[in-house]
């Protein structure tokens, strides 16, 4: 069914460009759809960017964006891909009370069932990192709320395929 919104990973190949971000950003903007999440980061190709942004709309309006992001001069290409296409996750710190590491038995508990990784310890905070799927994120700050957070920040998603994808070729043609 075409007309079913669900979340769709679009990953953005492009020159690393000035202002590029903001073309990008309106393309959805124009339509009134949300950016769930949005990373950049280098690609696999020397050069060659990538931008990864997560949606929840329809095939047809996903197709339609694809469209209008490759009108974009600096994009090399675009593609769409479902959950069942990727293999993705996110990754979130936690700056917490040290005084609760110490006395709170339960987080100690909540850190190892998360498979959460305590990054750096000292007298005021400590900071927990989590990769994972959204759910285990969500899971791990609902839990550590109880105890209170003082800082929190989740990045973006980020994904790859499942299946070869042909931009490698492309991307070195391009860039040669």
Not at 119 to 133: A, D, I
């Amino acid at each position: 069914m075409k007309d079913k919104k669900e979340l769709f990973t679009v990953s953005v190949y492009t020159e690393n460009n000035i202002g590029l971000l903001n073309r990008i950003s309106a393309i959805f903007q124009r339509r009134h759809i949300n950016i769930e999440s949005m990373n950049t980061s280098a690609s696999e190709i020397e050069g060659v960017s990538r931008f990864t942004i997560l949606v929840c709309v329809t095939e047809d309006q996903i197709k339609k964006i694809i469209g209008q992001i490759e009108k974009q001069v600096e994009v090399i290409k675009a593609y769409y891909h479902t959950d069942e296409d990727t293999i993705y996750q996110e990754s979130c710190m936690f700056k917490i009370k040290s005084d609760l590491l110490f006395d709170e038995r339960q987080i100690q508990n909540i850190i190892k069932e998360s498979n959460a990784r305590i990054v750096t310890v000292n007298k005021e905070f400590f900071v927990l990192e989590k990769s994972g799927r959204r759910e285990e994120v969500e899971l791990l700050h609902r839990e550590l709320s109880a105890f209170g957070i003082m800082q929190f920040v989740r990045s973006g998603r980020i994904a790859i395929t499942k299946n070869e994808m042909k931009i490698t070729e492309m991307l070195e043609a391009f860039h040669n």
